[in-house]
């Protein structure tokens, strides 16, 4: 495993925290990484080869201990997921799930998500990216640290296929004003819940812990999806628009 601290890039969304890694993690980290890990390295994945298959590739980004991602691939296993994460114990306990559970398509990636989109994911071969509950940097120094930026967004917008979607939920609700003000400002993304709009909790996103931790902070949580402004004609045609939620109503 590469070490995701060591990288030119100076602002990160992420603080180099390695934590405790409990025995079952780093059994797991030990034992399963090669099996279900791929090494960062500067050149293009081929997907195809990567799971043994051509299947829709979903990206979930910052995945914590990878509930969202088990819950999906679980329930899809028609579909491959890359999982991302940079923090080694999420990523132990997410390996031992997967091996338990015998999912074969995920594969995990531990990383800084912006080098990965740069140098390792081909373009147009994404179908969804989920973005749950990224670190919300509260304070106003920090903001500069949020995940979600016009970097991101420009390196998302080259990897999705044509009819692709971008998943986002956070519980901070400066993050969403964040959010809604980055998308309106960009003609590359079309909101699918209409302009300025949240969208309605998706059914199918499990409710993971930092998800819990905002109810319980009594946060409200703010879910928007994207698909590539590009096809807003025909998107508008097959009325898949979702009902619209206003942010702060
Ligand atoms: C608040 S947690 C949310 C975890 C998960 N998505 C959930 O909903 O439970 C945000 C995660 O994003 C990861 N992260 C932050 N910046 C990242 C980056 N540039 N590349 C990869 N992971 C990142 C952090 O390590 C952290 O685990």
Redesign the pocket.
């Given at each position: 495993m590469n070490d995701?601290g060591k990288q030119s890039r100076s602002i990160?969304?992420?603080v180099r925290r390695e934590g405790r890694l409990t025995k079952a993690q780093k059994f797991a980290l030990n034992n399963y990484w090669d099996k279900y890990g791929i090494d960062y390295d500067p050149s293009l994945l081929d997907f195809e080869k990567l799971f043994q298959r051509r299947a829709p590739v979903i990206i979930?980004?910052?995945?914590?201990?990878g509930?969202?991602t088990l819950q999906h691939a679980r329930q899809h296993p028609e579909n491959n997921y890359l999982a991302?994460?940079?923090?080694r114990p999420?990523i132990g306990q997410l390996l031992n799930k997967i091996e338990i559970e015998l999912l074969h398509n995920v594969k995990i990636i531990q990383?800084?998500?912006?080098e990965?989109l740069k140098n390792q994911i081909p373009n147009q071969c994404i179908t969804q990216f989920?973005?749950?509950?990224?670190?919300p940097w509260p304070k106003k120094r920090h903001h500069k640290r949020r995940?979600i930026n016009k970097e991101l967004m420009n390196l998302i917008k080259h990897k999705l296929v044509r009819h692709g979607r971008l998943h986002i939920?956070t519980d901070w609700e400066n993050y969403a004003e964040h959010i809604l003000e980055l998308f309106s400002n960009n003609n590359d993304y079309y909101n699918l819940a209409g302009d300025s709009n949240c969208c309605p909790r998706p059914n199918w996103r499990v409710e993971?812990?930092?998800?819990s931790r905002g109810y319980k902070l009594k946060h409200q949580v703010w879910n928007f999806c994207y698909g590539l402004a590009g096809n807003l004609a025909e998107i508008k045609s097959s009325k898949e628009s979702i009902e619209a939620n206003s942010l702060l109503s």
């Open positions: 995701p990160r969304s992420f979930d980004i910052g995945v914590g201990t509930e969202s991302i994460e940079v923090h999420g990383h800084d998500v912006i990965v989920f973005i749950f509950f990224p670190d995940l939920a993971t812990r930092y998800e």
